[in-house]
């Protein structure tokens, strides 16, 4: 039964996935609903990032709590319904809420909510009060158990710092309070993992979030349900999708916060939480607006041990990278980082398919800071003997603006006169030594050095059984 129901879970993704290619409010529906962030263009997923909002397509529990709140009113009707106990109709949603999560691929962030969420509830069934801290804890713990990997995934770091604000917030706090709380305790981890912090995520929230709230139960009927009744869902969840989009086309353009206003911002907090003084009873709502202490406090440390990493990878960085080139991919589809002598910590990347945070993490890796030529095609030499104009499309635009906000250089005339890549036949040879030492299945990881290749095997470097390579094309 579970193999059936994880086949229906598959046909319907990539349904929702195929009928929605080119329309982007459509894709926004589909990445909403479903957390299939790949139906959303490049472009348009790092403007939601940059506006504060990438929450919205990132299956979290902001997604599981909308889930929960409309299934647990109509479990609450069906109880009236049937002889049983109020309390038990909580109960009733326990089921469907798991079988979105399912739907939507199972990330971190879905489980973590979902669990919380049974787990309140069943402390309602039983009767006994439930302590959100504790019960966080507990959640988080488990998790842990069976996935002692998600103790290191940036979605589950920053959806329990998330849910940590919310669960020791005051009650009277509002929904924009409660929202500009959710940003201070998440901006820390923001910075740490990708550099930026969107603080002026606020104002898209609580423009976005209303709207996000009744579009997502339709978009999930548009997703799921064929015909007339899904094909009607899509034309009113797209009425709600395209003013989040142009929202978050402006926002987008507002500079985000780096580890340098970060830690600005939460000196101010810290003063201004001084200068206001000691809460006192009833002022709670008035005194919403001031980010928490102890994230202030938190910002800080992040933000002064991000600056001086920066300082000294900044100071170690004065000469060329280590390395001659570097390829990824298979033999049919690879990407091909490639030194540039001519400028320190200098190289020219080619066909970059996978995503930011992956380049991101390879290039900090290798010493990499200024990217000379940023080509959306494997390099090619022109008709008068130098090398073409570099490819452009989505994808690369993308990633190019997102090394930017990581602190990464582009060069403005993305020449890349210094590289020298290998040529097309040497390249195919590494990559299929490197598959043949992994079994000949997924993705290789291949490293030049001095003419010595070696592959990535199981986070160590092995040389491969081409021992050495020949320059030039």
């Not at 997502?216 to 009425?239: E, I, N, S």
Request: glycine letters at 10%; charged letters at 20%; aromatic letters at 6%.
């Amino acid at each position: 039964m579970l193999d059936r129901y994880w086949r229906w879970v598959a046909h319907q993704r990539q349904r929702a996935w195929a009928s929605t290619r080119g329309d982007p409010a459509a894709s926004l529906v589909v990445a909403a609903g479903l957390g299939l962030r790949s139906a959303l263009a490049p472009e348009s997923r790092e403007e939601l990032r940059s506006a504060g909002l990438g929450h919205l397509i990132a299956v979290s529990g902001l997604h599981i709590a909308v889930a929960a709140l409309w299934l647990q009113v109509i479990a609450r009707r069906g109880a009236a319904l049937l002889p049983i106990p109020a309390s038990y109709a909580c109960a009733l949603a326990w089921l469907p809420l798991w079988g979105y999560v399912g739907l939507t691929g199972g990330a971190a962030s879905a489980v973590r909510a979902a669990a919380m969420l049974t787990a309140v509830d069943l402390g309602t069934v039983l009767g006994r009060p439930s302590h959100g801290p504790t019960t966080l804890a507990v959640v988080a713990a488990a998790m842990l158990l069976v996935r002692p990997e998600w103790l290191v995934d940036p979605g589950f770091a920053l959806s329990l710092s998330a849910m940590a604000a919310i669960v020791t917030a005051p009650r009277d706090l509002g929904v924009l309070a409660a929202s500009w709380r959710i940003t201070w305790a998440t901006a820390p981890l923001s910075v740490l993992y990708f550099d930026v912090a969107p603080l002026h995520g606020l104002v898209g929230n609580a423009v976005a979030l209303p709207l996000f709230g009744v579009m997502m139960p339709v978009a999930l009927v548009a997703c799921v349900v064929p015909g007339a009744v899904g094909a009607v869902a899509m034309v009113v969840a797209r009425l709600f999708a395209s003013p989040i989009l142009d929202l978050a086309a402006l926002l987008a353009r507002v500079p985000a916060f780096g580890p340098l206003g970060l830690l600005g911002a939460a000196v101010l907090g810290l003063v201004l939480g001084a200068v206001v003084g000691r809460p006192r009873a009833g002022d709670g709502a008035r005194r919403g607006w001031l980010p928490p202490k102890l994230a202030c406090v938190v910002a800080i440390a992040v933000s002064m041990v991000v600056l001086v990493e920066d300082v000294r990878e900044r100071q170690r960085l004065v000469g060329p990278p280590s390395f001659d080139w570097i390829a990824v991919g298979t033999l049919r589809s690879r990407s091909l980082l490639v030194a540039d002598p001519s400028g320190p910590a200098t190289a020219c990347l080619y066909r970059p398919t996978d995503s930011g945070g992956t380049w991101r993490r390879l290039l900090e890796l290798e010493g990499v800071r200024r990217i000379s030529r940023l080509d959306a095609g494997l390099p090619k030499v022109g008709e008068g003997g130098g090398w073409s104009e570099p490819a452009s499309d989505p994808r690369t635009r993308a990633l190019g603006r997102q090394l930017e906000r990581a602190g990464f250089e582009l060069a403005e005339d993305h020449s890349g006169d210094g590289c020298r890549p290998p040529g097309a036949a040497k390249l195919r040879a590494a990559l299929r030594a490197c598959r043949y030492l992994q079994g000949g299945r997924g993705r290789a990881l291949v490293r030049s050095q001095g003419g010595a290749l070696r592959c990535r095997i199981e986070d160590r470097w092995v040389p491969t059984s081409v021992a050495r390579d020949e320059p030039g094309r």
